[in-house]
């Protein structure tokens, strides 16, 4: 329930659902599932989402206080990126494409 919270307070999700043990949570084109840590469900993740203004968005967590690592960077294959961590540690990279 508390990265339910987060994803919405901090990212700027909508919870589409929740329950005790889960949440659906919808933001522009992107729907993530949050799985409570279980037996079967014991390992940190990563995911990557592709959008339209990495700096907005770097902008916008940083004043809401999400644990966000450095400026978005100009890649060489072609990506602007940046990355953050969310309650659990998961590591969340933001990936702006450009030409």
Do not use: C
């Amino acid at each position: 329930q508390a990265a339910v919270s987060w994803y919405r307070d901090v990212l700027g999700f909508r919870i589409n659902y929740a329950q005790a043990d889960l949440g659906v949570m919808d933001r522009d084109a992107i729907t993530i599932l949050l799985i409570q840590r279980t037996q079967q469900h014991t390992g940190i993740g990563s995911f990557e989402v592709y959008v339209e203004d990495a700096d907005a968005l770097y902008a916008e967590f940083t004043a809401k206080g999400a644990k966000v690592g450095a400026a978005p960077v100009s890649q060489p294959w072609g990506l602007r990126t940046f990355q953050l961590f969310d309650l659990e540690s998961n590591r969340i990279t933001f990936a702006q494409r450009f030409e």
